[in-house]
């Protein structure tokens, strides 16, 4: 009794050692998932691609759940089979289907494991582990020596500047600047102009800021915001242009037109124009003349206390033709001037004889004629 007791409880053992060994049993209710990479390294920014088997040592058709469990945070994944995304996939009794995951490492990630899991719902697990092997950074920086820079509105002011990538991997950048109205930006990596750049991870490309003021840019301190930026990551610097003061001045008409006509001996009033072309102040312009001999002209105001840069002031000139000037075109010039710049206008005057000389000149050549015809009536016939 004891002896069939004995040969019953092998024979169990035996039948269970069988089960234990069978594909069904190890098949996590007949399907089970693999792949032979489950346990990889890689850096920030990766992305891994597992080709995975999903077997049936079933004997009937299996439509399994496939899902992923542990996903970190800001890691992104896709479960793919027959180029479409799944959420199930159906595998025939004996046969085994493959389907494609793929696990995407962010660029900002901490070193060390990191254990995710791949489930076929009410089936199989599989394990997977990747292990980040460095610390990675999600960082752009954009620097330069130097950010200020002076001169005149004239000027063109070149930075050179820095972009470093410290992302682990490649990016483009696309570079982009605010600068005031009517200024000119222009980027030049590596010395040559482009509106993008393309740096590989933990490089740094030099590149040149080429800053042109406005042509009407008054003096003073302006920012000329730039960025260089992609979808990932943005790197910000501010640029500085101190515009020193320019002196310019023009004095003209109102209409532009620099002659007029006179009478000799009378006065003839004209209108000027002070326009200050530079990019500072004028302040305490002055007045004087260069004219013909016993000519006279006085300006009034004689002085101007200020203008603006862009803005513009009117005199009033006053010329004063000789007594005796013959008639002819005569040049008397006006100049404005600070103790920084001056501008000189040349004004043609056409001198006319006053109406009476003309007329007595009438009566002169009259009174000849008739006296030649007298004379020549009384002694003609002698």
Do not use: C
């Amino acid at each position: 009794m004891k002896s069939n007791k004995y040969n019953f409880k092998i024979l169990l053992l035996f039948f269970a050692f069988l089960f234990s060994m069978s594909p069904v049993a190890l098949a996590g209710n007949g399907i089970t998932l693999y792949t032979p990479y489950t346990y990889i390294s890689v850096p920030p920014g990766e992305s891994i691609d597992y080709t995975v088997q999903v077997k049936n040592y079933g004997s009937q058709l299996k439509d399994v759940e496939i899902s992923l469990s542990g996903l970190p945070e800001d890691w992104t994944s896709s479960l793919k089979a027959g180029g479409f995304t799944i959420q199930r996939i159906a595998v025939l009794p004996g046969e085994k289907e493959k389907l494609t995951l793929t696990v995407n490492v962010p660029l900002k990630v901490e070193k060390g494991k990191y254990n995710i899991k791949l489930i076929a719902k009410n089936h199989d697990v599989l394990p997977i582990t990747i292990n980040v092997s460095e610390e990675g950074t999600f960082k752009t920086e954009f620097t330069s020596d130097q950010i200020n820079m002076e001169g005149h509105s004239k000027s063109n002011f070149n930075f050179s500047t820095k972009l470093k990538n410290h992302t682990g991997e490649k990016q483009v950048y696309s570079l982009m600047a605010a600068p005031p109205r009517g200024w000119n930006v222009a980027f030049k990596p590596n010395g040559r102009q482009a509106t993008a750049v393309e740096i590989a991870p933990g490089k740094t490309t030099n590149i040149t800021v080429d800053v042109s003021p406005s042509s009407l840019v008054r003096a003073g301190s302006y920012k000329i915001p730039i960025k260089a930026t992609n979808k990932y990551t943005t790197a910000e610097l501010a640029l500085e242009v101190v515009i020193k003061g320019t002196y310019d001045m023009e004095l003209t008409t109102p209409t532009g037109l620099l002659s007029s006509s006179i009478t000799s001996g009378r006065d003839k009033q004209l209108e000027l124009l002070v326009r200050n072309t530079g990019s500072s102040e004028l302040r305490n312009i002055t007045f004087t003349s260069t004219k013909p001999k016993d000519w006279e002209v006085s300006i009034e105001p004689d002085t101007i206390s200020h203008i603006k840069a862009g803005g513009s002031a009117k005199v009033k000139a006053i010329i004063k033709a000789a007594d005796k000037a013959v008639p002819g075109d005569y040049l008397p010039k006006i100049t404005a001037k600070t103790p920084e710049v001056s501008s000189t206008a040349s004004i043609r005057f056409s001198v006319k004889t006053p109406l009476l000389w003309g007329w007595l000149g009438i009566f002169i050549i009259l009174g000849t004629l008739g006296a030649i015809y007298y004379l020549f009536k009384k002694y003609g016939r002698r």
